[in-house]
């Protein structure tokens, strides 16, 4: 494995041991922040060197961004999208209970698109639409926004709260506010049955971790590597 990735993973185990000691939420909103910078591009964290997505998203024209690379199901942007979509509304409709950066900063209409939804279940149609429509400079910002209000939002989550499940009225905003697809059953009862502690552990880290190494494979075959 990767000692990059490798690192990651140990760090991970060591804030999913931090987060149960809401008494002492320093060393967990310090690793939280720590993972989340490693996710996010250097400009959400002010890192002052390259971060692992910058690596990953390096050299990559807004062509590249849209192709469909061989044996793959979607595009590079369609996978940014899908992160930056996940995190939005979890670390803002569920963890927070407020709005999303997507619809406070009208991001739909910079985006250039029609589809709102995380893309979970998304049809194929819609996937190959939404990479060749969406716009790339303005998807980059877009998930820096997001990033940057889940900082926020981590820091001024009181850690007592940490151990309380999602609240089902939370999850029922979803479907009928249209940031999930109603077919998409499954991730509304996985998010239902966390806590905030484990929002933390998924989308804003780990899940983003997932689609990075993802996007790192698409863009070895989209160039031949």
């Not at 490693?38 to 060197?49: K, L, T």
């Amino acid at each position: 494995m990767n000692p990059v990735i490798s690192l990651f993973n140990s760090r991970h185990s060591l804030l999913r041991k931090a987060l149960v000691d809401p008494g002492n939420p320093k060393p967990a909103i310090d690793l939280f922040l720590e993972q989340h910078a490693f996710v996010h591009s250097s400009s959400v964290s002010n890192s002052p060197a390259p971060t692992y997505a910058d690596e990953t998203l390096s050299g990559l024209s807004d062509s590249a961004f849209r192709t469909i690379p061989p044996g793959c199901e979607h595009a590079i942007a369609w996978a940014i999208w899908h992160i930056a979509r996940i995190e939005d509304v979890t670390m803002n409709m569920l963890l927070m209970e407020n709005e999303q950066v997507f619809t406070t900063g009208k991001w739909q209409k910079r985006l250039n698109i029609s589809v709102f939804d995380t893309g979970n279940r998304m049809p194929v149609e819609k996937i190959i639409q939404l990479g060749k429509r969406i716009e790339i400079p303005a998807l980059r910002e877009y998930r820096d926004a997001v990033g940057l209000r889940t900082r926020e939002n981590v820091q001024a989550l009181d850690p007592s709260e940490w151990k309380h499940k999602v609240a089902p009225v939370r999850i029922a905003r979803l479907v009928p506010e249209g940031a999930v697809n109603p077919i998409a059953a499954g991730v509304l009862e996985y998010w239902g049955g966390l806590t905030y502690a484990g929002l933390l552990l998924m989308p804003p880290t780990r899940h983003n971790l997932i689609h990075l190494n993802e996007i790192l494979k698409m863009k070895n075959k989209l160039f031949g590597v």
